[in-house]
């Protein structure tokens, strides 16, 4: 049995990529800062898995503490080597993920998000733990003209968050070329994640105003907020509204298993990979597939353009489903059902 550490593990993607992992047969540390998470996500997933009378005791083990502290992650794999379950790879997901704080500021997102991951990349090289699944952003791509984005699409990030993401795969690359005969790196562009765990137990719950349009919407389902601000009615598309390319969190999940899969399988190589299914969903169509799955209404209103924003963004895929054995197996309906759910039975989220 693999042990790997998961950073930023009790955050949304990274809870459910536990869950995953878990099941897998990998074993599990997990260090999050929870600045923008709950430990609570953590106890739910021991709580699902003891539902099954599995026990996690030495499968799943939680240390609080920041990736920019060497000295914390410096303890962390000399603990596992000297316990003789060394780590034998990293899944990043730890960092700060707000576009819209990222204009306000911009040095707070370069030192969580450029300057943690280079300190974990530090101490991955002196414990010669050379794999890592770094959870990238479509926000990487920024403005384009191009409706479905692929791998070779130009990087240019239009906010200091996707700036922060691009430089960290531009990191990697520097640290691949430098050491090719070693690492093994895979850098995930996911697109739009909504939905939850089926069991309701994990789910999004975002410590500040939530800025993803999804959370948002169960929000107003659940009477938490009046209305729904959808940000232009005249762009070229089906009706008007914004296309996305919308992604179930356990399907963005089973592609962070299955990229470190392939990577420790195979020989050293540095992939850039989107994460998303290939399929465009406006606005409108997405709350009107909410309200029929859970037979709720959602008001909504309609306001100007945000700078920045695009008609279409949808993920070209295939590079991923065909290297990674890998497709999203969950639609709309799954996502829309699962993420109520989530709301549901979880009005104030961990709290």
């Given at each position: 049995m693999k042990t790997v550490l998961v950073t930023g593990g009790a955050g949304f993607i990274g809870s459910h990529t536990c869950?995953?992992?878990?099941?897998?047969?990998?074993?599990?540390?997990?260090?999050?800062?929870?600045?923008?998470?709950?430990?609570?996500?953590?106890?739910?997933?021991?709580?699902?898995?003891?539902?099954?009378?599995i026990d996690l005791s030495d499968l799943l083990n939680f240390f609080h503490g920041d990736i920019r502290d060497k000295n914390f992650l410096n303890q962390i794999f000399a603990n596992a080597k000297k316990d003789k379950s060394p780590i034998e790879a990293v899944l990043h997901?730890?960092?700060?993920?707000?576009?819209?704080?990222?204009?306000?500021?911009?040095?707070?997102?370069?030192?969580?998000?450029?300057?943690?991951s280079l300190t974990l990349f530090e101490v991955m090289q002196s414990f010669n733990c050379n794999t890592v699944v770094f959870s990238s952003s479509a926000t990487v791509y920024g403005i384009t003209s191009q409706k479905s984005v692929d791998e070779s699409s130009v990087i240019n990030p239009n906010n200091p968050y996707?700036?922060?993401?691009?430089?960290?795969?531009?990191?990697?690359?520097?640290?691949?070329?430098?050491?090719?005969?070693?690492?093994?790196?895979?850098?995930?562009?996911?697109?739009?994640?909504?939905?939850?765990?089926?069991?309701?137990?994990?789910?999004?719950?975002?410590?500040?105003?939530?800025?993803?349009?999804?959370?948002?919407?169960?929000?107003?389902?659940?009477?938490?907020?009046?209305?729904?601000?959808?940000?232009?009615?005249?762009?070229?598309?089906?009706?008007?509204t914004g296309v996305r390319d919308y992604i179930h969190v356990m399907d963005l999940a089973d592609s962070h298993r299955c990229a470190l899969d392939f990577l420790l399988n195979n020989q050293p190589q540095f992939l850039n990979l989107n994460i998303g299914t290939g399929k465009g969903t406006s606005v409108l169509e997405l709350i009107q597939i909410f309200s029929d799955v859970n037979e709720c209404d959602i008001s909504y209103e309609f306001c100007e353009r945000r700078p920045g924003d695009l008609p279409v963004v949808i993920a070209n895929n295939r590079k991923a489903i065909e290297l990674l054995n890998w497709c999203p197996k969950k639609n709309l309906y799954d996502m829309c059902l699962d993420g109520w759910n989530w709301q549901k039975l979880n009005p104030n989220g961990y709290k």
């Open positions: 869950i995953n992992l878990i099941e897998n047969n990998y074993r599990l540390i997990v260090v999050d800062s929870n600045i923008n998470s709950s430990p609570k996500s953590i106890e739910r997933i021991r709580q699902l898995f003891k539902n099954k009378s997901f730890a960092g700060l993920k707000s576009v819209e704080d990222s204009f306000k500021d911009p040095m707070l997102y370069w030192e969580n998000n450029v300057v943690g996707g700036q922060t993401k691009a430089a960290v795969e531009n990191l990697l690359e520097g640290i691949f070329k430098s050491y090719s005969d070693k690492w093994r790196i895979a850098n995930l562009r996911y697109f739009n994640p909504i939905g939850a765990h089926e069991s309701g137990l994990i789910g999004e719950d975002p410590n500040d105003k939530p800025n993803n349009l999804f959370p948002i919407i169960c929000r107003v389902a659940g009477g938490t907020y009046k209305n729904l601000k959808i940000f232009g009615r005249d762009w070229p598309t089906i009706d008007g």
